[in-house]
């Protein structure tokens, strides 16, 4: 048995992430991913990018801290690979690259700004297929702060994918127009029928949450219904009392709304009453790419 370790730091607009992956290969056994480690660091970039264009000096600060720090725990992990990707809140601002130069200078990691269709197939290349059968249609959403992966899946293959300028931090600051969700509604309506049997997979810290406090066991999917009183639920609390209540992160309190309400109106689109939740996303994808180049 070898046993390999590999990291991904996926730079969102609401958290930072990094993800430490042991990578199991064993003689005439398929290898095997196991997280032996996920650490998160709520530093919302998005809002330096979706408002003013720019990600401010203080957040370019934490965000180099942030990478010094997940160097050192690489090296203590023994990590012989990793990768860095930043979405959409570096990909939109207009200091993004020299950002990402100046983070290199002083931490000496490397960070890559993907394009939105990057991303969609970074998150793609994750293990669906023990989720995904032939006789029923699927609608993979991942919902970040600044973007949403759309991409569909039907019978048992990846028919289209792409990536929509919608997010929970966008949504926060009202930056998102009517048209995008109507953009939205036309695309998943043009890729399912009625007689098409469809089912929503959904990824993100957001759903992920949701998941945990539906006290659902893993593998048991959200219902349409469980979700739609959920977010009413929510929505009704004040942001305080999401925090002291229900026990939320005050970065996690008030993104979880919009992030529900991405998720049912894609479900009302595409007419899916489940919702899976395995618990995969951008990072595992970027571990399976590491790996497999």
Request: net charge positive; charged share 30%; glycine share 8%.
């Amino acid at each position: 048995m070898i046993i390999r370790k590999f990291a991904a730091i996926d730079i969102g607009s609401n958290a930072i992430r990094l993800l430490i992956n042991n990578v199991i290969e064993q003689k005439d056994k398929p290898t095997t991913f196991k997280k032996s480690e996920l650490i998160r660091v709520p530093i919302r970039l998005g809002e330096d990018s979706f408002i003013s264009g720019e990600i401010t000096e203080r957040n370019l600060e934490r965000l180099t801290k942030a990478m010094k720090s997940f160097d050192l725990l690489m090296q203590v992990y023994g990590v012989e690979k990793y990768m860095a990707c930043a979405t959409s809140a570096l990909r939109e601002a207009n200091n993004g690259q020299e950002l990402v130069e100046q983070v290199f200078k002083d931490s000496g990691i490397k960070i890559d700004i993907i394009d939105g269709k990057r991303e969609a197939s970074i998150i793609a290349s994750t293990d669906l297929k023990d989720l995904i059968k032939k006789d029923k249609s699927y609608l993979y959403v991942d919902v970040g702060g600044g973007s949403t992966e759309f991409t569909v899946f039907k019978e048992g293959k990846l028919l289209a994918s792409k990536s929509f300028k919608i997010g929970t931090v966008r949504i926060l600051n009202d930056l998102v127009k009517d048209s995008v969700w109507a953009e939205i509604k036309k695309w998943i309506e043009s890729h399912f029928n009625k007689e098409d049997k469809v089912e929503i997979i959904g990824s993100g810290g957001n759903i992920n949450k949701l998941h945990k406090m539906s006290g659902r066991k893993v593998g048991q999917p959200l219902s349409f219904i469980w979700l739609n009183a959920q977010y009413h639920f929510l929505n009704s609390m004040e942001y305080d009392d999401r925090i002291s209540e229900l026990g939320l992160n005050q970065d996690r309190a008030d993104v979880i709304i919009p992030a529900a309400k991405i998720f049912l109106s894609a479900a009302k689109w595409s007419g899916a009453k489940k919702i899976h939740v395995p618990k995969i996303g951008l990072a595992d994808g970027m571990i399976k790419t590491l790996y497999y180049q």
